[in-house]
Nanobody, 127 residues
């Protein structure tokens, strides 16, 4: 059974940075696309970025380009989300999840195409 555990969330001031981590358990790390998502109170879960663990390709939601960077450490089965220039509207619970669907489907960043959701980590950005 694949499980993810997210960490690194915190309370930060606007303009600050955070690095979120996601550890994968029970996953053949070479065969998946792993994504970061977030859900703010009263809003739908949205996809932010994905990474292919087989070749390192990445894809971002347009509005996240330049501020968020997804990366992975294959030896430690970890995926990271480096966030900078944080804004109050970035306040949300951040999750990672995986998919084995083709890359072109994963780039839709639809949560419906991903599974094995972790419990999430809370990011709060104060103004």
């Amino acid at each position: 059974e694949v499980q993810f555990m997210e960490s690194g969330g915190n309370l930060v001031q606007a303009g600050g940075s955070l690095r979120l981590s996601c550890v994968a358990q029970g996953l053949n790390f070479d065969d998946y696309t792993i994504g970061w998502f977030r859900q703010a109170p009263g809003k739908e879960r949205e996809g932010l970025a994905i990474i292919s663990t087989s070749d390192g390709d990445t894809y971002y939601k347009d509005s996240m380009k330049g501020r968020f960077t997804i990366s992975s450490d294959d030896t430690k089965k970890k995926v990271f989300l480096q966030m900078k220039g944080l804004k109050p509207e970035d306040t949300a619970i951040y999750y990672c999840a995986s998919t084995t669907r083709p890359w072109w489907i994963a780039t839709a960043l639809s949560p419906a195409n991903f599974a094995s959701w972790g419990q999430g980590t809370q990011v709060t950005v104060a103004s």
